[in-house]
């Protein structure tokens, strides 16, 4: 039987340049595109970037139709803080019962309704470096005086479980992730606008007037390096729409 020839895949968002380094994008724009891309369906207006299309060698479009990975896979989830990653996630959970999130761990205190083991692994600062000096972190960093760091143990599990391992984290762990895992998916939720990425963080009531300045200042560093570092871009307007923009990316 004659083999079939390879067909290239749909356009995809890329953003990198034809070197494959990360490239500085103008601050204002229009990003587009189908939703294989990660980008809303629907073409709505982005003002962090704007983002070139171009066409890469892969698979074919997938057919209609909900399809598992047949292996484990990971996810890169990033983006600033008040973007909405938790709400994205726990939606997206109970879409696909496949997704699971993979635990981090922290030296910071719980918050009010947070539960050990779930929400985090919460560690006294000794314990958390006594794991990183043993290999025991795939990578660990401090964010605002708090130690976090993703347990390898836990991804590993889920992996080999088959399940789509979520790791929610910051962009520069996500950097040094990459780094490791290079196969792995890399998903940068974005803020409708900047304005209402203040006022979210603004409302929170789980933290003081300093640190919201500081998640500020952070935010504007993240995006800068989201939006040019990772692959797909995906706008957060409304939570289910941006679930059926996580499915396409998991099984284009």
Known sequence: MRARPKREATAVISCADPSGTCRALPDTGVASGTPANGISRSGTPCPWIWLPLRRVSGRSPRKRGYRHPVTGRLVIFSGP???????????????????????????????????????????????????????????????????????????????????????????????????????????????????????????????????????????????AIGTTCYEHLVLNVEVDRTVDELEAILNG
């Not at 000794?126 to 605002?144: G, H, P, Q, S, T």
């Not at 933290?207 to 935010?219: F, M, S």
């Open 81 to 223: 803080s008040g973007v909405g990653k938790d709400t994205v996630l726990d939606a997206w959970r109970l879409r696909n019962p496949l997704v699971q999130r993979v635990v981090a761990a922290t030296t910071r205190a719980p918050r009010p309704g947070e539960v050990d083991g779930v929400d985090y692994h919460f560690l006294t600062r000794e314990a958390f470096l006594n794991k990183a000096n043993c290999n025991e972190m795939l990578e660990f960093k401090e964010v605002f005086g708090n130690l976090y760091g993703t347990p390898v143990e836990g991804m590993e599990r889920l992996l080999a479980e088959g399940k789509v391992a979520i790791l929610k984290i910051d962009v520069q762990g996500g950097l040094e992730v990459m780094a490791k895992r290079p196969g792995a998916v890399t998903v940068f939720l974005l803020p409708p606008s900047k304005a209402e990425l203040e006022d979210r963080l603004r409302a929170r009531s789980t933290d003081d007037p300093e640190d919201i300045e500081v998640r500020l200042k952070a935010a504007h560093t993240e995006l």
